[in-house]
């Protein structure tokens, strides 16, 4: 069956220091890889995502992902975390001839604090 | 441009009773799509309309769920009867291509007693 991951459900950073989402992947062919945030209250808004090319993607505010498709990763990543980055982040994956529906992981709750 | 809209934000109903959620898309966006999260778990796809045409409802859980996207604008969703597992949060999503990011609604949060 296809899914995606992400083993941790919390992650606590202080300010300033570098975050880390995890996120892996199993899924047949080449998938789309996207990261999306939702803040409460909020839907899920769009970061970033890698379909070919540089295995490392920029996005909005700062982030960044690694795609790593020996381990079938695609971890999110930002080099110093802000208070406001605190929110629920979800990694998703669109498999190739399947049409647009994407698959989610379970989401990761990320927690930055001063 | 107004993002994705959905009502209601809210909805607690009893096992049984009957509840429609609504969703605008973006205008002008021809792909609509439905997923749900069910007590914290992954974000689940439900279905995906072109149009007015089910492209894929492969995830409907059950004949109890309908939707429907008439004219192409705006879509529903009804569940008829609610049970206690239908609760969970309702998001909604619309992309101007199959292919393109697509966005999503604040959902609607179901809750069956």
């Known amino acids: 069956a296809q899914s995606v991951a992400q083993p941790e459900d919390q992650v606590n950073v202080a300010e300033g220091n570098p975050l880390t989402v995890k996120c892996t992947y199993s899924?047949?062919?080449?998938?789309?890889l996207f990261w999306y945030v939702q803040y409460p209250n909020r839907g899920l808004q769009f970061l970033l995502k890698?379909?070919?090319?540089?295995?490392l993607v920029k996005g909005s505010y700062g982030f960044e992902a690694e795609f790593n498709k020996s381990q079938t990763s695609f971890h999110l990543k930002k080099p110093s975390a802000l208070v406001s980055d605190s929110a629920l982040y979800f990694c998703?994956?669109?498999?190739?001839?399947?049409?647009?529906?994407?698959?989610f992981g379970q989401g990761t709750e990320l927690s930055v604090k001063p | 441009e107004a993002g994705v809209t959905q009502f209601p934000s809210h909805s607690v109903i009893e096992k049984g009773q009957t509840v429609t959620l609504r969703c605008d898309p973006i205008?002008?966006?021809?792909?609509l799509y439905w997923y749900r999260r069910v007590m914290g778990k992954e974000i689940k796809f439900l279905l995906h309309?072109?149009?007015?045409?089910?492209?894929?409802e492969s995830g409907m859980p059950n004949n109890r769920f309908l939707a429907e996207r008439t004219g192409g604008t705006y879509s529903t969703l009804k569940v008829q009867p609610a049970e206690l597992e239908d609760s969970g949060v309702y998001f909604c999503?619309?992309?101007?291509?199959?292919?393109?990011?697509?966005?999503f609604g604040p959902g609607t949060r179901l809750t069956v007693l």
């Open positions: 999503a619309s992309s101007g291509g199959v292919y393109n990011e697509q966005f």
């Open positions: 899924v047949s062919g080449n998938p789309y």
């Open positions: 890698y379909i070919t090319g540089d295995n």
């Open positions: 998703a994956v669109r498999v190739p001839g399947q049409g647009g529906k994407l698959i």
């Open positions: 205008s002008g966006h021809d792909n």
């Open positions: 309309f072109v149009k007015e045409s089910k492209q894929d």
